[in-house]
């Protein structure tokens, strides 16, 4: 997460779209940052890098999964639409084969346009 310090190293993973997985609560348990005010995920997401959220081994960092997606989201004023992308930029870095992960994208974005009341 200190690939933030390098303006061409976050150049460089934005321009390649190389997915970072970014595990909020567990950075700051282990005092990688202070507060999720200081946490490096927004202004990574807001210069174009690939990140996704995760967890890392929620029973002891205390934040299973949607725990940092709220987290993210209060901290750094996540919209809807930022979540999902964030969200589609999981499946689209997972190993998933490449139907499996289409698939899953075009749920996702069903639900996106289900949730903003719209269709198409």
Known sequence: MRAVED???VA????TQ????VCPLSNIRLRVFPSMAEHSFAALYRAGVKVTINS???AYFGGYLVDNYRACAAAFGLT?????????NSFEASFL????KRAFLDRLDRFGR???GTTG
């Open 7 to 9: 303006p061409a190293l």
């Open 12 to 15: 460089h993973l934005a321009a």
């Open 18 to 21: 190389m997915p970072l997985t």
């Open 56 to 58: 890392d081994d929620p």
């Open 80 to 88: 809807e639409p930022d979540l999902l992308r964030i969200a589609g």
């Open 97 to 100: 084969p490449p139907e499996r």
């Open 114 to 116: 289900d949730a903003a």
